[in-house]
């Protein structure tokens, strides 16, 4: 039986994690996260049995009564820096949904991993149908280097680009032989030709009514080629959490991606 806490247990996400864990067998929910719930009922806030798991204010209150297997994160940008270091500090494996780490975060981070032995998987997508889009787009941008990508979302999101549209852009960067076209429109509305990262452009649209929707766009001589992928429900994310918490054991480091954990 794997112990889990949920960071972030009352949030959109961390509410249907807690859902999800509630019907796994090999999962233990432990305790939960949550400083706008804490002290409350779990169970009545995530419509679950788990009336009786307690909700702490802070990780740091709740790693030092209780000791989880693996902590799942789903909080917010702002703080998951420093969630991540009181964990991974303990020793204590991580899956982080939780988006907004950059690059030298990442680093920081896996510096750390490696001094503690805590396994850690950072994933902007635990959605599989998404991971695949964004192998399948670092295979046509071998072929096809002229590509933008538009990724959509709901209004409440604290960040954009999303942690996908970056991921993607990454590994169409790595995957790229040939050289993309230049274009050379000149913007008469600053961000109407969005915003560039490892030299691709990303546009986000940010609308209610949405969940999480990406396409990528690539461009040829004659012809283009679409392909789109769309989370509708948060349900989608869940087959990839859960995968990630059972496999973390065999995992070592900081890992980056869920495709790393895919066989
Ligand atoms: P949300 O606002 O609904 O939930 C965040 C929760 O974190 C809230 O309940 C809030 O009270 C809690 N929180 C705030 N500060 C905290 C702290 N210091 N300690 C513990 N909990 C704290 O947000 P959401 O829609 O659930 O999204 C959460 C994160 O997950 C965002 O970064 C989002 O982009 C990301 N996300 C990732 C994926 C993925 O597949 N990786 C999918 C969807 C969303």
């Known amino acids: 039986m794997i112990k889990v806490l949920v960071n972030g247990a009352c949030g959109r996400m961390g509410s249907e994690v807690v859902r999800t864990l509630e019907v796994e067998k090999d999962l233990q929910l432990i305790a939960a996260v949550d400083p706008q719930h804490a002290g409350g009922n779990l169970g009545m806030l995530t419509r679950t049995n788990y009336k009786d798991i307690p909700i702490y204010k802070n990780l740091n209150e709740a790693l030092t009564i209780c000791v989880p297997d693996v902590v799942i994160d789903f909080t917010t940008p702002s703080i998951i820096k420093e969630s991540a270091k009181t964990v991974i500090s303990k020793g204590i494996h991580m899956v982080i949904g939780t988006t907004g780490l950059t690059v030298e975060d990442r680093e920081e981070l896996s510096n750390m991993v490696d001094i503690t032995g805590s396994h850690v998987l950072i994933a902007p997508n635990f959605s599989l149908g998404a991971v695949l889009l964004i192998k399948v787009s670092a295979e046509i941008a071998k072929y096809m280097p002229n590509t933008e990508i538009i990724e959509l979302h709901h209004n409440h999101k604290y960040d954009a680009p999303s942690g996908t549209a970056k991921l993607t852009a990454e590994k169409i960067a790595e995957a790229r032989i040939l050289t993309a076209e230049k274009d050379n429109t000149k913007e008469s509305l600053i961000g109407a030709r969005g ?11 940010r609308l209610p009514g949405y969940v999480a929707h990406q396409e990528v ?41 869920l495709e790393n954990y895919l066989e």
């Open 195 to 205: 915003g560039k990262y490892h030299d691709i452009t990303i546009h986000s649209v």
């Open 217 to 257: 766009l690539f461009g040829g001589h004659g012809e283009t080629l679409t392909i789109k992928h769309d989370s509708l429900d948060r349900k989608s994310f869940m087959p990839g959490v859960m995968l990630a918490v059972k496999n973390i054991f065999k995992h070592p480091g900081l890992v980056y991606g």
